[in-house]
């Protein structure tokens, strides 16, 4: 029969137990002061790397994006606040706020032909338009950094992936799952018939009509009657921009 351990055996035990946590957690708490001073080594040779490359971080949007991520890394954000050390040394906040504000504009002015739904790239493309006497290139990723920060306008900014593509949203419309997969196959020609969806998506006409009639109400979509064949096309400038929208007298939104 094999012997239970007594009394002196458990406090035996249980010191051991205690002994073994104690060294835990001095050994997680040295880690985190390794770890706590490597990151403030990161940051200061963060910020004398900034002051050396100030001038290619602002004119150069490759090396601009590289820098991004170096910050991310080491939990720097030189976007929190136009104040402080990074807008005082890069001048990135107000890169980033005027950057914004014609972003703003752009929607804005875009929202009666799109119905406030915009490819990124067609922004891109009109944002370098408006700034080609500016000193500073603007990328995509220039872009969505300056749309992340638009939230907090609360009028519905924010960055939609449809298929491969990504638009841009400035109204607070709701697409729901059926909306995106029209948009997705829109993308191949800039429009769809009701006929596509039903064979492509294996919807019922009733389905397929329903979400084209929300799509038309909220601005998005535009009707072409005016073909051969008598088919409708529902043609959506957020996606058919490369491509040339047909100019008979039937074109037209709801």
Request: positive net charge; glycine residues 8%; hydrophobic residues 40%.
């Amino acid at each position: 029969m094999r012997r239970r351990p007594g009394i002196a055996g458990l406090k035996s035990a249980a010191a051991a137990r205690d002994q073994y946590r104690l060294v835990g957690e001095n050994v997680a708490r040295i880690r985190a002061d390794v770890m706590k001073e490597q990151l403030e080594t990161f940051r200061t040779q963060l910020e004398d790397f900034a002051r050396k490359h100030k001038n290619d971080i602002r004119k150069n949007p490759t090396f601009r994006s590289q820098f991004h991520e170096m910050c991310a890394k080491v939990g720097v954000d030189p976007l929190a606040s136009n104040k402080g050390f990074w807008a005082e040394l890069l001048g990135i906040g107000d890169f980033y706020y005027e950057l914004g504000v014609q972003i703003v504009d752009i929607c804005l002015s875009t929202r009666s032909h799109n119905g406030g739904l915009i490819n990124l790239q067609e922004l891109c493309s009109l944002l370098c338009q408006r700034r080609k006497v500016a000193r500073e290139a603007v990328t995509e990723d220039d872009c969505l950094r300056a749309i992340s920060k638009l939230k907090v306008l609360g009028s519905g900014f924010e960055v939609i992936s449809v298929g491969k593509k990504k638009l841009v949203r400035s109204v607070p419309t709701e697409l729901n799952k059926d909306h995106n997969e029209i948009l997705e196959v829109a993308q191949a020609q800039g429009y769809v018939t009701i006929e596509e969806l039903e064979k492509r998506l294996s919807w019922s006409s009733g389905r397929a009509i329903d979400a084209l009639e929300t799509l038309l109400k909220e601005g998005l979509a535009m009707i072409d009657d005016g073909h051969r064949d008598g088919k409708r096309r529902y043609w959506f400038p957020c996606v058919a921009s490369i491509f040339s929208a047909p100019g008979s007298d039937g074109f037209r939104s709801l």
